[in-house]
C-alpha cells in the first residue's frame, strides 16, 4: 500500500493524531525497566493499545540511536511490530550530498521499511532527490519548524520579501511531480500556517509541536477549516506516550489519544 | 585531549588530509567480501595504513545505518579501532529540535565516542546547542556544501544584501564561546571562499569534495595562503580509499594520501 494511501485512509477514517515514539528509558513507567528491554515492551504495549485509533506512528530515530546497535535493534523490532496498514513515518531528519543520501533513503526505507520520512532541506534538491526516487514513500520536509531556532534561518527574509520557509514550500511544490512530498510545519507557528495555507496547496502537512512543545490545537485546525482533510497528521509525542508511569499508562494513553482525535474532529465541525 | 588540540597538533605535524571512511560494501576489494565483516576489515586494514599520516578520520553514518545494527556495531568498532590521539569525526549531519538533539548529542559523542561531528544549522541555535554543551568536542556546522543543490537555498540572497550561508557563517562566530565550532565548506566552491576567508576568522574549517566531486586543491589551498594553517582539514573519502581494488590497496591507499598532503605543503610554500 503506498504511503499517501496509508496517510488518506487515516483521515478518512477520522483519524489525526500521529503518535510519536520518542521512547527515552528515564521516561518510561519505572516497573517496566525490571524488564530485559523495557523500551521495546514499552512501545510494544503502547502500539497494541492505540493501533486502532493512531493515524501514524513516528519514529524518532534519535532516541533509538543513543543506544547504540542495541537501540536500532529496538527500532527496528518496533517498526516491524507496526501493524502493516498504518504509516510508519521514519523521523530521521536526514539531507546529504547525493550518494550519501542514497545510502539514508536504503537505511530509512529498504532496511528499517518505514512509509514514510523527514527530511532537511538545507542542502537542496540533489541532498533529497534519491529519497524522493521511491515512488510510494512518502517524504516530509521540514518548513518551518516548532522551535525557537525556527526565526535563525528559516525565518530570515530573503530579497524577492518572502521568507526561507516560503521558499522551501514553493520548490517542495515543484519536486513533487511524483506525489510523494509533504512538509512538516510547527503547530506552534499558527499565523505562519494560516498565511501559507495556499503556498501549501495539498501537500501533506505533518505539524509536530502540540503537547509538550505548547501548539494549540484549536489554533491549527482553524487553518484546515476551509481545507481537504486528507492532509493533515497532528503529531503528538511526549504528552501523550508518558502520560501515566502507572501500570494502567496504556489505558491513560489511548484515553488522551481518543480526546485529542475527537477534539480535532470536533474542531473541524466548528 | 580536546578535539581541537588534536586538530592543531595534526596541522602542526603538516598533516591536511582527513580519510573520509564512507565505506560502502559494493566498491571494497572483492578479495575481502569473503571475510564475515568485510567492510570492518577493510576500515582496520585503512585506519592500520594511513594512521601515522591522517590528520583525521571522518567516519559517514549513512554508509553504516544503511547495513541496520550490524552496521552500527561496525561503525563502532572502527571508530574503538582509531588511535586515540587522532581526530574522529561522526559525519552525521544531525540537527533536530532539543530534546532529540540531546539525544544526537548523547549518541555521537558519548556513545560513538566521536571527538567532532557535522551538524545542519537548518533548524536554528537551540538544534545546535546540545552539541556545543560538549565543551572538548568540535562542531563542523554546514555553512556552504559542495554539491549542487548548494545554490536552492544555502546561496539564496537575503534581504540585507548577503547570501544565506554568509549568515551562518556570522552566527557560528557568534556560537562559538567554547571554541568548539568550525564549518563545513565545500571544496568546489572556491570563489566564495576566497570572498569569506575574513568571515570566517579563526574557525576551523573542514572542506570535502576533493577528488570524486572534482574540487581542486590549489584552488582551495590558495585561499589559505595568508591565514593560518591550524585550521585546516581537507577530507577525501572516495577517490582515497577505493584507489585500488587489488590485493596492494592499502599501498595504494598510503601513496595517494602521501601525494595529496605533500600537495597541500608544496601549496602552501609556493
Not at 493524531?17 to 521512547?23: E, F, K
Not at 517496566?32 to 514499552?42: A, C, E, G, Q
Not at 543513543?66 to 537501540?71: K, L
Not at 502507572?246 to 485529542?260: A, H, I, Q, Y
Request: net charge neutral; aromatic share 10%.
Amino acid at each position: 500500500m503506498k504511503a499517501l494511501e496509508k496517510l488518506t485512509s487515516a483521515n478518512d477514517a477520522n483519524k489525526f493524531i500521529c503518535v510519536g515514539l520518542d521512547t527515552d528509558i528515564e521516561k518510561i513507567p519505572s516497573f517496566l525497566k525490571s524488564s530485559s528491554r523495557p523500551t521495546l515492551d514499552f512501545n510494544k504495549a503502547i502500539i497494541d493499545t492505540v493501533e486502532k485509533n493512531a493515524a501514524a506512528f513516528k519514529i524518532n530515530f534519535a532516541f533509538y540511536e543513543s543506544a547504540g546497535y542495541d537501540g536500532i535493534k529496538i527500532l527496528s523490532e518496533t517498526i516491524d511490530y507496526i501493524p502493516d496498514d498504518i504509516l510508519i513515518i521514519g523521523d530521521a531528519k536526514r539531507g546529504d550530498i547525493g550518494n550519501t543520501s542514497k545510502m539514508y533513503a536504503k537505511s530509512v526505507f529498504d532496511h528499517f521499511k518505514c512509509d514514510a520520512v523527514t527530511l532537511n532541506p538545507f542542502m537542496g534538491y540533489d541532498s533529497l532527490e534519491p529519497f524522493l526516487l521511491y515512488e510510494d514513500k512518502l517524504n516530509f520536509i521540514l518548513a518551518l519548524t516548532s522551535n525557537t531556532g525556527a526565526s535563525d534561518f528559516e525565518k530570515q527574509k530573503l530579497d524577492n520579501g518572502t521568507y526561507l520557509y516560503q521558499k522551501i514550500i514553493q520548490k517542495v511544490n515543484e519536486w513533487n511531480t511524483r506525489k510523494n512530498c509533504g512538509i512538516v510545519f510547527g503547530a506552534t507557528k499558527n499565523d505562519e500556517l494560516k498565511e501559507n495555507m495556499n503556498n501549501i496547496g495539498s501537500l501533506p502537512i505533518l505539524l509536530p509541536g502540540i503537547g509538550t512543545q505548547s501548539g494549540n490545537l484549536k489554533e491549527v485546525i482553524s487553518s484546515f477549516k476551509t481545507m481537504h482533510r486528507k492532509q493533515l497528521l497532528i503529531n503528538v509525542s511526549r504528552s501523550l506516550i508518558y502520560k501515566s508511569g502507572g501500570k494502567d499508562f496504556t489505558l491513560k494513553v489511548k484515553e488522551e489519544l481518543v480526546r485529542l482525535n475527537s477534539e480535532v474532529i470536533k474542531l473541524f465541525e466548528t
